[in-house]
């Protein structure tokens, strides 16, 4: 398996609180993306990262911030969780705009 | 605007029953085409990249094909193990990928 992980995989919060899901891999790669899924929708992209403090807005990046301080980790912020942001959220890492691997993912339940 | 449609999105075949699925796009400047499978409860495993019009990949029972306009992922005798939603996604030249919703395969043994 390609070293690639997500924390934590389940989480369940209320409505307002602030949420962190973290995505951590071993294989060095540059490029490190948010993505979240829903029924009905394919993948969409949140945000995206190129490089160490090097990031960019996706398509669905309202109420999220990301930050990478490290190679290795990519942080995805919920300032404040709304039910609208109940879902699956995956990261996905690669060198360039495909993505060779994805994390296993996180449940998120906003109540 | 980029679009990415998948069909069928759901298929039932019987063990060793061939078919293609479809993957239709509309992309500005199309840098590469990607499939993916996924399995229930994890992340999109990587299958194939295609780049330019003409060009197949082959993995096992699987066979990506790419048009201008289209790709297909053809499965030949297929397995049990090979049921999962098999996603499409396509890079355009601002290099986001943009996903279908994807077609979801169940080989009855």
């Known amino acids: 398996d390609a070293g690639i992980t997500q924390s934590p995989r389940h989480k369940v919060t209320e409505t307002g609180t602030p949420v962190t899901l973290r995505c951590h891999q071993t294989?060095?790669?540059?490029?490190m993306y948010w993505y979240r899924q829903d029924p009905g929708h394919g993948l969409r992209l949140i945000h995206y990262?190129?490089?160490?403090?090097?990031?960019d807005k996706g398509e669905v990046s309202d109420g999220y911030s990301v930050s990478r301080s490290k190679t290795e980790d990519f942080l995805l912020t919920l300032e404040s969780a709304t039910s609208s942001q109940t879902s699956v959220y995956f990261c996905?890492?690669?060198?360039?705009?495909?993505?060779?691997?994805f994390g296993p993912g996180t449940r998120l339940t906003v109540l | 605007e980029d679009q990415v449609t998948q069909s069928p999105e759901a298929l039932r075949l019987q063990e060793g029953e061939s078919s293609s699925l479809n993957c239709s796009y509309t992309?500005?400047?199309?840098?590469?085409l990607f499939w993916y499978r996924q399995d229930p409860g994890k992340g999109p495993e990587f299958l194939f990249t295609?780049?330019?019009a003409g060009e197949e990949k082959e993995k096992e029972r699987l066979k990506a094909t790419l048009t201008k306009k289209e790709s297909f992922l053809h499965i030949t005798a297929p397995k049990p193990e090979d049921s999962a939603t098999y996603l499409c996604?396509?890079?355009?030249?601002?290099?986001?990928?943009?996903f279908g919703t994807g077609t979801r395969l169940t080989i009855i043994p």
């Open positions: 996905a890492i690669g060198d360039w705009g495909g993505h060779k691997f």
């Open positions: 294989e060095n790669h540059r490029y």
């Open positions: 990262s190129y490089g160490v403090k090097d990031t």
């Open positions: 992309v500005s400047g199309l840098r590469g």
């Open positions: 295609l780049y330019s």
């Open positions: 996604a396509v890079l355009p030249g601002n290099e986001k990928l943009t």
